[in-house]
């Protein structure tokens, strides 16, 4: 199973940026789609972004696209969530997750990725 730890979040002023990395090991993630959740105080854990295992297929939920960018080196077994033009709507406990090996469907569903990191906060203050 492969072992994911995030980092890059903190603070940022509203129209700010952040990038989180998501460090793998245990397996190299070229087997895995990759997914960045986020779940804000209260809410439902939410899709973000995903990328397919080779990166030639991203997914994005609608209240980020433009804004965010997904992307990964298999090489350094990283993925990256590039995050721009950052709103308070966006704080969150931020989620990198795995899907199950060899698929490559860059899924938007939770139950479809069966390993995940501990969270990276990000604040977005107005």
């Known amino acids: 199973q492969v072992q994911l730890v995030e980092s890059g979040g903190g603070l940022v002023q509203a129209g700010g940026s952040l990038r989180l990395s998501c460090a793998a090991s245990?397996?190299?993630?070229?087997?895995?789609?990759m997914g960045w959740f986020r779940q804000a105080s209260g809410k439902e854990r939410e899709f973000v972004a995903a990328?397919?295992?080779?990166?030639?297929?991203?997914n994005y939920a609608d209240s980020v696209k433009g804004r965010f960018t997904i992307s990964r080196d298999n090489g350094k077994n990283t993925v990256y969530l590039q995050m721009k033009s950052l709103k308070p709507e966006d704080t969150a406990l931020y989620y990198c997750?795995?899907?199950?090996?060899?698929?490559?469907?860059?899924?938007?569903?939770?139950?479809?990725?069966?390993?995940w990191g501990q969270g990276t906060q990000v604040t977005v203050s107005s």
């Open positions: 990328i397919s295992r080779f990166g030639t297929s991203t």
């Open positions: 245990g397996r190299t993630i070229n087997l895995h789609v």
């Open positions: 997750a795995a899907r199950g090996a060899i698929l490559n469907s860059p899924s938007s569903s939770i139950t479809d990725y069966g390993s």
